[in-house]
């Protein structure tokens, strides 16, 4: 894991211990890591999103009948569709968009950095 976004995961997860996050949250932990570095914040996102889903941490997805349904694709495909959704919404859904979720792994990665 890169060790500048240990912190930012960190935070996702605790937030994620009991209930599913909105991204607004992962866009606000990057808009608060990079306005004092002077990093846009976007890349910081992206970045952060990335890093989630490459280490299998946590999921993204859509709230459905079933509960928390994370996307079939790649990560990749599902930053580029985060993107592209982020986009639409000028950065600032409001919690139009979806949704992520801890893993398995991720809550014994929380457990082992506490």
């Known amino acids: 894991m890169k060790d500048h976004l240990i912190p930012l995961v960190k935070e996702m997860l605790i937030e994620g211990e009991d209930d599913w996050v ?7 932990v990057a808009e608060e ?16 999103l990335r890093e989630l889903l490459r280490e299998e941490v946590m999921e993204i997805g859509d709230l459905g009948h079933t ?20 986009e639409s919404h ?11 979720a801890n893993t398995e792994k991720g809550a014994r990665w929380l457990e082992n950095i506490h």
């Open 67 to 86: 509960g928390f349904e994370p996307w079939p694709l790649g990560v990749d495909d599902s930053v580029a569709r985060f993107k592209e959704g982020c």
């Open 90 to 100: 000028d950065w600032d859904p409001m919690g139009a968009l979806w949704w992520l």
């Open 33 to 48: 890591f990079a306005s004092p570095r002077g990093e846009d914040f976007r890349d910081v996102s992206l970045e952060l």
């Open 22 to 28: 909105m991204v607004d949250f992962l866009i606000g």
